[in-house]
T-cell receptor, first 116, second 112 residues
Framework: AQSVTQPDIHITVSEGASLELRCNYS??????LFWYVQSPGQGLQLLLK??????LVQGIKGFEAEFKRSQSSFNLRKPSVHWSDAAEYFC??????????????FGAGTILRVKS | DAGVIQSPRHEVTEMGQEVTLRCKPI?????LFWYRQTMMRGLELLIY????????DSGMPEDRFSAKMPNASFSTLKIQPSEPRDSAVYFC??????????FGPGTRLTVL
C-alpha cells in the first residue's frame, strides 16, 4: 500500500527566502505524485503533478518539485516566498495501476508561515 | 471553466436532523470523490465513484452516511441522523482518470 510522509508539521520562512518542503513516499513502483495547497477556509488546489518523464516538474505560482526515485522523495521548492504563500501544503501519491483503485494517499500536511 | 461546485457552503443543523450535501463535478470528469476534513483526523476519503458507480465506500464511517451519483453531473452525500461528531468540512473532488483531483470549496457542517 502507498504511504506518504511529510516530516515537517510547521515551517517558517522569511518573505523572499527560498523554500523546500519535504515529501517521502512508499510505493512498490513509480507512483503518480502530486502537491496541493490549501489556504484557510479554502479547498485544496493542485499545484503540480508528476507522471513520468522529466523529474523536475513546474507548477503554478512559481513552485517546482523534483522526483528522486533513489530517495523516494518529491520535494516542493520555491526560490522566493511571498507572504501569500502562507498556507498548508499536502503531498499525495496515487497508484499507476487502476486495479489498485484511483485513490490518492495524502500526507499529513506542512503548515507554512511566512514572516515579513 | 467552472470548477467543482459544492452547496451549501455552510450548514448548521441540530443533532438528529438529516443533512444533504451537493456536488457538481467538472464536466468530462469520470471520477468523483467525497472527503471529510477535521483537525483531529485530517483529510479522509469517504467514498468515490467512477462513471456514476460507487467503487470504494470503505471510508464511510457508518450507516448514517450515504452517497449517490444519479448522473455524471451531480452527487449527494447524506447524513441521517446527524450527530455533533459529524461536524467537519466536507469536500467533493473530481478527476479525469488519474490525472489529478480537483477539489471544490467545501461545505462546513456544524451539528449542534
Amino acid at each position: 500500500a502507498q504511504s506518504v510522509t511529510q516530516p515537517d508539521i510547521h515551517i517558517t520562512v522569511s518573505e523572499g527566502a527560498s523554500l523546500e518542503l519535504r515529501c517521502n513516499y512508499s510505493y512498490g513502483a513509480t507512483p503518480y505524485l502530486f502537491w496541493y495547497v490549501q489556504s484557510p477556509g479554502q479547498g485544496l488546489q493542485l499545484l503540480l503533478k508528476y507522471f513520468s518523464g522529466d523529474t523536475l516538474v513546474q507548477g503554478i505560482k512559481g513552485f517546482e518539485a523534483e522526483f528522486k526515485r533513489s530517495q523516494s522523495s518529491f520535494n516542493l521548492r520555491k526560490p522566493s516566498v511571498h507572504w501569500s504563500d502562507a498556507a498548508e501544503y499536502f503531498c499525495a501519491v496515487g497508484a499507476r495501476l487502476m486495479e489498485y483503485g484511483n485513490k490518492l494517499v495524502f500526507g499529513a500536511g506542512t503548515i507554512l508561515r511566512v514572516k515579513s | 471553466d467552472a470548477g467543482v461546485i459544492q452547496s451549501p457552503r455552510h450548514e448548521v443543523t441540530e443533532m438528529g436532523q438529516e443533512v444533504t450535501l451537493r456536488c457538481k463535478p467538472i464536466s468530462g470528469h469520470d471520477y468523483l470523490f467525497w472527503y471529510r476534513q477535521t483537525m483531529m483526523r485530517g483529510l479522509e476519503l469517504l467514498i468515490y465513484f467512477n462513471n456514476n458507480v460507487p467503487i470504494d465506500d470503505s471510508g464511510m464511517p457508518e450507516d448514517r452516511f450515504s452517497a449517490k451519483m444519479p448522473n455524471a453531473s451531480f452527487s449527494t452525500l447524506k447524513i441521517q441522523p446527524s450527530e455533533p461528531r459529524d461536524s467537519a468540512v466536507y469536500f467533493c473532488a473530481s478527476s479525469q482518470g488519474s490525472l489529478g483531483q480537483y477539489f471544490g470549496p467545501g461545505t462546513r457542517l456544524t451539528v449542534l
